[in-house]
C-alpha cells in the first residue's frame, strides 16, 4: 500500500484528502455536493474505487450518491434518465427511497408517548466486505435497510425493529442505527448500535434480531438495572482478527465484550471523563484501542480546553493521553462518533475531524498528531483507504 | 410550456443551470407540474414531494405570480401565466433557522 485516502464527510459537503504512504503531504479537494449534509462516505473494501455517499438535507430529504472512479464522478445509481433501467421503466429516484416494510409500528417518544416511525437520513453506510453493490445502510429513525444492486433500491430488515422498538426512544442527536459492524468470519453475524436503545446482533443474516446489553449500567437515565433496551450507545468497534472482542463508546462509560456482546464490562480505568462518541481499534493490534474523552453529557468538548486522545494497549482499564501535536489549551470542539478511523499501513494511522472544521492525523499509531486541513465545516464522518 | 425554479441545491442534484421547462398535458395543476418535473429529473423524487404520500416535504414552498401556493391540493389549477408560460412556478426551500 502506498496512498491513503481519507473520506471527510461535513455539514456543508464532503471532502476527499489524499496523501502517499508517508502521510505528510496532502491533497485536499472538496467540497462535494457543496451546501448538504454528508452524514456518511465510505468506500467498498473490495473495490475502493466504489463509494456511497450519504448526502441529506432537512428540506430536500435524502440522497444517496455512488462513485465507481474513486470519487472523481458521481450518480445517484437509481436515478438514471437514459439506461436500460430507464428503458425498463425502473428509473423512479429509487435509490433515494428509504420506506420501511410493513406495518411501521411506534417506537417511544421523549415523553414517553408513543410515535411513529418516521424516516430522517442515512446516518451511516457500511459496504459489504464480500460484495461491492451490496451495502447496508443505518438509518433515522432507528432502522436498517439493504441493497444489493449497488444503490439502486434499498429494502429495509424489518427484524430489527422487532426487538422490542417500541420501548426504543431518541436522544438528543434522534434515535438512528449509527454504527454497523459486520463480522468478517460469518456473514450471517452483524452487530448494530442504536442511539438510544443500545447493541443489537443477528446471526441469521438480519432476518431476527436481539438486543445485547447485559452488563451496561446507566444508571441516571435508565434506573432499571436489568433495561434490554434503552441504552445510549456511542459507538462499538470490532477488530477484523477478533470479531468476538468489541469495544463500546456508551453516552458514559467504555466497556468491552469478549463474548460477541453476550455481557459487556467496563474498561474505563484512569480516564479523566468516560463520556464520550468514538472509538476505534489499532489496525495490528486488536488490543490498542483509541478514545477522545469528552468533559460531559451537557459540555460536550475536551476535559480542560485540552484535545487528548486516549490509547490503551491493554484492551482498557489503562490509557495513555496522546497530546503531541494536538491543541492543549482552548480547545471546545467535539469529535462525532463516526469521526474517527485507522489506516492499515505500518505503522497504523490514526485519523480523526473535529465540529470545528479540523481533520488531524497520526502516522505513527498516535504518538504524535498534525491537522491536515483546519478550517472545514463541522466534520461529521471520517473514513480511511489504503490504496496501491 | 410550463417554467419551473429550482432552488439551488436542486438544480445542483438535477444538473441544471437556469429554469426548467416542461410539457404538461391536460390541465395544468401543481400535481400535473410536479409530476412531470419527477419524470424528467427521477433524482428530485422525494425531495420536493416525500415518496410515499406525495405530500409537500415540510421546508418546501411552492409560489407563482406573488401567491403561496405552498398549501393548495395537487388538483389546483396554477395560474393562467404559470399555464401560459408567461410566469414561472417558484420551488423555494424554506427559510429555517437564524
Redesign the interface.
Known amino acids: 500500500m502506498s496512498r491513503v485516502r481519507v473520506l471527510v464527510g461535513t455539514r456543508k459537503g464532503a471532502f476527499i484528502l489524499a496523501a502517499d504512504g508517508k502521510r505528510r503531504h496532502w491533497s485536499v479537494r472538496g467540497p462535494l455536493?457543496?451546501?448538504?449534509e454528508i452524514y456518511h462516505i465510505k468506500g467498498s473494501p473490495v473495490d475502493p474505487d466504489r463509494i456511497y455517499a450519504s448526502q441529506t438535507?432537512?428540506?430536500?430529504?435524502?440522497?444517496i450518491q455512488r462513485s465507481d472512479d474513486g470519487g472523481r464522478t458521481w450518480q445517484?445509481p437509481?436515478?438514471?434518465?437514459a439506461g436500460p433501467a430507464?428503458a425498463a421503466g425502473f428509473?423512479?429516484?429509487e435509490s433515494?427511497?428509504?420506506?420501511y416494510a410493513g406495518e411501521v409500528g411506534t417506537h417511544k417518544w421523549y415523553d414517553g408517548t408513543q410515535r411513529g416511525w418516521e424516516f430522517k437520513r442515512v446516518w451511516h453506510l457500511e459496504p459489504s466486505g464480500r460484495n461491492p453493490d451490496s451495502v447496508y445502510a443505518g438509518v433515522e429513525d432507528a432502522g436498517i435497510f439493504r441493497t444489493s444492486n449497488g444503490g439502486a433500491t434499498w429494502e429495509e430488515l424489518p427484524g430489527l425493529r422487532c426487538a422490542k422498538g417500541h420501548l426504543w426512544q431518541p436522544g438528543a442527536g434522534g434515535m438512528a442505527v449509527h454504527t454497523i459492524l459486520l463480522d468478517p468470519r460469518n456473514a450471517d453475524r452483524i452487530f448494530v448500535a442504536i442511539s438510544a436503545a443500545g447493541v443489537f446482533r443477528t446471526d441469521d443474516g438480519g432476518q431476527t434480531w436481539a438486543p445485547r446489553n447485559r452488563g451496561l449500567v446507566s444508571k441516571y437515565e435508565l434506573p432499571d438495572p436489568d433495561a434490554e433496551v434503552g441504552h445510549c450507545v456511542h459507538r462499538i468497534a470490532m477488530h477484523p482478527s477478533r470479531p468476538d472482542v468489541l469495544f463500546m463508546q456508551k453516552h458514559w462509560d467504555v466497556m468491552r465484550t469478549d463474548d460477541a456482546a453476550e455481557s459487556w464490562h467496563e474498561v474505563s480505568g484512569n480516564l479523566p471523563s468516560d463520556f464520550g462518541f468514538p472509538i476505534e481499534v489499532h489496525a495490528h493490534e486488536p488490543d490498542t484501542v483509541f478514545v477522545v474523552p469528552i468533559k460531559s453529557d451537557a459540555e460536550h468538548y475536551p476535559v480542560d480546553g485540552r484535545l487528548r486522545v486516549y490509547r490503551s494497549r491493554c484492551g482498557g482499564n489503562e490509557w495513555e493521553a496522546l497530546t503531541r501535536g494536538l491543541p492543549q489549551q482552548d480547545c471546545y470542539v467535539n469529535v462525532l462518533r463516526d469521526a474517527m478511523s485507522v489506516d492499515p499501513l505500518e505503522p497504523c494511522g490514526i485519523y480523526f475531524g473535529t465540529t470545528g472544521g479540523q481533520v488531524y492525523v497520526s502516522a505513527d499509531s498516535g504518538d504524535s498528531w498534525e491537522s491536515i486541513v483546519r478550517d472545514l465545516p463541522a466534520v461529521l464522518s471520517v473514513e480511511v483507504q489504503a490504496l496501491p | 410550456m410550463i417554467r419551473v425554479v429550482l432552488?439551488?441545491?436542486?438544480r445542483?442534484?438535477a444538473g441544471v443551470d437556469g429554469e426548467v421547462r416542461l410539457d404538461v398535458v391536460g390541465p395544468v395543476t401543481l400535481g400535473a407540474v410536479l409530476d412531470a418535473l419527477?419524470l424528467?429529473?427521477?433524482?428530485?423524487?422525494?425531495?420536493?414531494r416525500?415518496?410515499?404520500t406525495h405530500r409537500r416535504?415540510p421546508?418546501?414552498r411552492l409560489f407563482a405570480c406573488g401567491e403561496d401556493l405552498s398549501f393548495e391540493p395537487p388538483a389546483a389549477r396554477l395560474p393562467d401565466e404559470v399555464a401560459g408560460g408567461s410566469e414561472p412556478l417558484l420551488i423555494i426551500?424554506?427559510i429555517?433557522g437564524g
Open positions: 455536493f457543496a451546501g448538504w438535507s432537512s428540506w430536500f430529504g435524502q440522497i445517484t437509481g436515478s438514471d434518465t430507464a428509473a423512479k429516484g433515494n427511497r428509504f420506506l | 432552488p439551488q441545491p436542486l445542483q442534484l419527477e424528467r429529473y427521477p433524482v428530485l423524487r422525494g425531495t420536493i416525500e415518496h410515499a416535504r421546508l418546501i426551500g424554506a429555517a
